[in-house]
């Protein structure tokens, strides 16, 4: 493998070759990563690669930032004229992308702790040089693993961040390009963990959007798409002016890529502010009023851009403050989806998405015209057959044409519809048509049989798309299918909208028909597709089922779901049974990363292992890599839905389900998985009951005490969680492991100096703190008279009040003040005046984040505190 991949690097970065040779010598250098990540580990060629890759990104003039994105730069950061044939190719411009590619490939493909740590290395001596071409280059490369590196990075944000901000503001415009970029990576890929650092970024980003060149303009206004659009409101309110001050700047750009990108961080700002973008909306809704009326087809772009964006300022204002704009919005998006771009296209599905979340049932009128032509969108072919002597038909392609023909009748070859705008337009309008069935409900009613036609007919229907993305979204709107049946069929109504715990729906007969269909296909998906997202897709809409119909979605009729030689006539056996028996079985396989898409992950890692000369029977390593989390998060989460609907009916299942999860805990695993693990434990232990949860104690207890130290808050959070999960399940049972609890938890109840500004939210992190308080608020209420040494744990509690980052935890906390002090708890009554009564009437400041039930439970205590008094 060195001599392959020593071959494959000297073409790709001598200059005596043309870019055809090193394009095809890059591919074949991915395939060898791709295929064979740990050989190239073992045989130590991760850093000699990557050196390699670094210096051609550092030796190229042209902008590194400028080839991760589609803008065309010289070199100066100024844009290249937009309206060049878009067949002009720069060398330099393939040699940069392709070195970024070949870099994406390995930390994607490559297991974290073989390819992190060389790398970063590398990109720590990049961004600390003197040299500015090798500070844009570390840059550049901290950007392009952000994604297959996400869970390490998350890890060092503390350590990163500040150099990272630092080269923003870089002399040479170059570098600030590639450093913008790599922070609009990690507003990507490291959620939510890089919105604690708001403080610190976005005067930088404010900074870098008055830059005078379009590059910077437009990949600042990148990063604020991704960091804005998850922030609280109360975090963004005092940036607003600014920000939306250079947004409008911007907006009147000449260069056609800064409207863009000025648009879709307009639409996350937006979204992010919600009611406190109301005094903008007009000023931008005149402004988006004129841009999604373009008719020339060169600003069918900007025209697509805004609508997206008028979406996205519906949701943020609500039905109320948007109604006078829909009526524009809706025009625009008839016409536009008549002008044959797909981008435009896919545009204005995702404005009608969007708009239906806002206007429900508005848009019953449009529903007669509107969803048949959605329908006819979904169903377009992905494959076209080419007859011979037509002109598009590639003539380098005659192996594959032989095998498509083998066997065929007709003449010509199938060609697969693989173009971006098709399959996104495609799914955009997938999109639409959910969004408007759990919208308008009932009254898509007439519009379900033709619709589950489309998606569900063998063969030709979407669910059975050669695309995954495409199956996925088919998956993902059935539930909103079965949720607008129910309402049509009486089974839900508007004051009962889903399933109440502990009772059993009845369902109509039109209900159990779709009701079936959709858990088939969930079931189908999850047993059967070999891609992880369509999986991951269809346990999210078991859990929304789960939602609606409660226990009654567990007593479905179930038909095979591979062989049909299986199927009975014996109707008893098509009850809860066999359905209920499936899922689970089908559940406890997706832990245990057995299904198909999965088993093919795995043993795709087996043979890098055998040829990798690991050995292959490492048992340890194969346990600790890295997996795909898409899938094993949406199944945990299910996991949670399922306890939530079952009660004590799920505790036989969980035993099994336990083995499989536990694993996921390992300190060796990546945090991520950790956090996931014991969050899941929490959830279901809450819902199981005191004696189900004392089965596992012994096992978890030392689990989350490890998980209370844990570098990363996502971990300390759920351990704490846990904690305060076991101690309200179980009540006085563990009052022996109470005080041994209270030291675990003692140094996560002290709240960082970053976090003591009152306002800021969950953006500012706290979330495990303010889990942490509440688990020893859940102890003193429950533990034997004098176990809890209150004259020291009070004072330490109070300081670190009020809560930050899960203020949910409210009711419980403040429950448990409230109770002392009407106790005339010794403790409590003597801090009173001094700590416990500034405490309450924060609450009730203007930036106070606290939920409703924890203000009634003050209340109450300041009423009893003015009547003792009186």
């Not at 945990?636 to 499989?660: C, I, N, Q, S, W």
């Not at 012994?698 to 998980?707: F, S």
Request: proline share 5%.
């Amino acid at each position: 493998i060195q001599t392959f991949v020593e071959f494959t690097l000297e073409i790709i970065r001598s200059k005596s070759y043309e870019s055809p040779l090193q394009q095809s010598a890059g591919q074949t250098l991915m395939n060898i990563i791709e295929n064979r990540p740990k050989l190239l580990a073992a045989s130590n060629l991760v850093h000699p690669t990557l050196v390699v890759l670094m210096e051609m990104i550092a030796k190229e003039d042209s902008s590194a930032a400028g080839s991760l994105f589609s803008f065309s730069s010289n070199k100066d950061g100024v844009l290249d004229d937009e309206e060049e044939d878009d067949g002009d190719y720069s060398p330099e411009l393939d040699v940069q992308r392709l070195a970024q590619t070949i870099i994406d490939t390995m930390a994607m493909a490559i297991p974290s702790k073989h390819f992190a740590e060389p790398a970063l290395s590398l990109i720590g001596q990049g961004m600390s040089s003197a040299d500015p071409q090798m500070r844009k280059a570390g840059s550049a490369v901290l950007g392009v693993i952000a994604e297959g590196c996400a869970d390490k990075l998350r890890e060092l944000l503390p350590s990163i961040l500040p150099r990272l901000l630092q080269l923003m503001q870089d002399p040479e415009y170059y570098v600030r390009e590639c450093a913008c970029f790599a922070l609009g990576q990690f507003s990507e890929y490291c959620q939510p963990d890089i919105l604690h650092f708001n403080q610190s970024i976005l005067p930088v980003i404010f900074q870098t959007l008055d830059d005078p060149r379009p590059t910077l303009q437009g990949t600042s206004c990148y990063v604020l798409e991704y960091f804005c659009e998850n922030l609280q409101p109360s975090t963004l309110r005092p940036y607003l002016p600014l920000l939306m001050g250079k947004l409008a700047t911007l907006l009147q750009s000449t260069q056609r890529s800064t409207k863009e990108m000025a648009l879709t961080a307009i639409a996350a700002t937006a979204v992010a502010s919600e009611k406190d973008f109301l005094p903008y909306s007009e000023v931008i809704c005149q402004i988006l009023g004129e841009l999604i009326f373009n008719t020339e087809p060169d600003l069918f772009a900007i025209r697509g851009r805004a609508l997206e964006c008028l979406g996205h300022v519906a949701v943020a204002l609500g039905r109320e403050h948007f109604s006078r704009y829909f009526e524009a919005g809706m025009r625009s998006a008839m016409q536009a989806v008549q002008l044959g771009d797909e981008s435009l296209k896919e545009h204005s599905y995702v404005f009608i998405a969007n708009c239906a979340k806002v206007m429900g049932k508005a848009y019953v009128p449009f529903l007669p015209e509107l969803v048949p032509f959605l329908l006819g969108v979904v169903e377009e072919s992905e494959v076209t057959i080419h007859q011979e002597g037509d002109e598009d038909v590639e003539e380098d392609d005659d192996e594959e044409d032989d095998e498509d023909e083998d066997g065929d009748e007709e003449e010509g070859d199938y060609r697969l519809n693989v173009q971006e705008g098709f399959i996104n337009s495609k799914k955009a309008a997938l999109t639409a048509i959910g969004a408007l069935a759990e919208n308008t409900l009932e009254a898509f009613a007439p519009y379900l049989q033709k619709t589950l036609q489309v998606l569900m007919t063998p063969e030709t229907g979407v669910l059975f798309s050669l695309h995954d993305v495409i199956r996925a979204e088919a998956l993902s709107i059935l539930q909103f299918l079965l949720l607008s049946a129910c309402r049509a069929e009486g089974v839900l109504t508007e004051a009962a909208s889903e399933a109440v715990s502990g009772s059993v729906l009845s369902l109509t007969a039109g209900v159990v028909e779709v009701g079936a269909a959709v858990m088939q296909a969930y079931l189908t998906a999850m047993n059967t597709d070999r891609d992880l997202v369509p999986i991951s897709y269809a346990c999210e809409g078991v859990s929304g089922v789960l939602r609606s119909l409660g226990l009654a979605a567990l007593g479905l009729p179930l038909r095979p779901i591979t062989d049909s030689n299986k199927a009975t006539n014996n109707a008893a056996a098509e009850e809860t049974g066999p359905l209920l028996n499936k899922l689970m079985e089908t559940v406890h396989n997706l832990l245990q990363e057995k299904s198909p898409a999965q088993k093919l992950a795995k043993k795709m890692e087996l043979q890098h292992l055998a040829v990798g000369g690991t050995g292959g029977g490492d048992a340890d390593d194969e346990e600790e890599e890295d997996h795909d989390n898409v899938v094993i998060d949406s199944v945990t989460d299910l996991v949670g839905e399922l306890a939530k609907v079952m009660k004590a009916e799920f505790v036989p299942y969980f035993r099994v389900f336990h083995k499989a999860l536990l694993k996921f805990t390992k300190p060796s695993r990546p945090h991520s998985d950790r956090a996931m693990a014991i969050g899941c434990y929490a959830e279901v232990l809450a819902e199981l009951g005191g004696a189900a949860v004392m089965e596992y104690a012994e096992v978890l207890l030392p689990v989350v005490r490890v998980g209370c130290t844990d570098t990363m808050e996502s971990v300390r959070r759920n351990s704490a969680f846990c904690l305060g999960v076991f101690v309200e399940s179980t009540g006085p049972a563990l009052s022996g492991y109470f005080l041994q609890m209270l030291t675990w938890l003692h140094p996560l109840c002290v709240r960082p100096a970053g976090q003591q500004v009152v306002g800021g939210g969950a953006d500012v992190g706290g979330a495990d703190v303010d889990n942490a308080l509440s688990a020893v608020a859940k102890m003193i209420r429950v533990a034997p008279a004098g176990l809890i040494p209150l004259d020291q744990v009070l004072p330490v509690l109070l300081e670190a009040l009020p809560l930050r980052g899960d203020t949910s935890e409210g009711p419980s906390v403040y429950g448990c003040l409230v109770g002392l002090l009407e106790a005339n708890d010794p403790a409590t009554v003597q801090l009173l005046p001094s700590r416990l009564l500034p405490v309450f009437l924060q609450v009730f400041s203007k930036d106070s984040t606290a939920m409703d039930e924890t203000k009634a439970i003050v209340v109450r205590a300041l009423k009893g505190i003015a009547a003792s008094s009186a």
